[in-house]
């Protein structure tokens, strides 16, 4: 009777190692896939922006920097299409009677209605370049439309432009007074310089 008793409690105490050790692998492995979905959200890399490249053009000067910009960022390109499209004579500066000029003269002439104001997927864009040629020191006035029809709450703007010799801040101040809701960053005149170079020192910048 002894050795069956003894035989008993041998069992029971091998089954009471059992359970512990089945219960402390459980918990390690528990404790584990904790510690890795940490690790794995915390490696999580930050949501990519999304960059869009609005540009103006007459010359295809400010289209070739616009092209530049978009190959640093990855973003997309945006080219303004006016309904009313710009001749060669309606651009001559020097002459008073062309297009250009007498908007120039007459500020309410230039609401230039656009083809494509508001892009697709609007909402779905962090950050925002605008391009364009100085025409007497402010923005092509195509650029004020496009400004002007959007809602740049939430967004970093970028502004960018291209001159036959004026610099680019009074452009600058320009389009901000007309949505001062944007997050407006220092923009640059890129007539000569290395485009894709400034905009990957912007990129660095943490734009």
Known sequence: MRWKKAISIVCMAL???????????????????????????EKAPAKAKKVLVVYYTNTHRTEQVAKAIAGETGGNLYLLDLENPYTTADLDYNNKSSRVYQEHDEPSLRNVALKNAKPANWQDYDTVFVGYPIWWGIAA????????????????????????????????????SHCPQANWKKGK???????????????????
Request: charged share 15%; proline share 2%; with cysteine.
């Open 15 to 41: 089954s009471l190692l059992a359970v512990t050790a089945c219960g402390g692998q459980q918990a390690a492995q528990n404790g584990g896939g904790k510690a890795a979905g940490t690790a794995a959200a």
């Open 141 to 176: 006035w195509p650029m004020d439309t496009f400004v002007k029809s959007n809602d740049f709450t939430g967004k970093t703007v970028i502004p960018f432009a291209t001159s036959g010799g004026s610099g680019i801040e009074k452009a600058e101040r320009s389009l901000k």
């Open 189 to 207: 005149l890129l007539n000569h310089m290395d485009a894709a170079a400034w905009t990957k020192s912007v990129l660095d910048s943490g734009c």
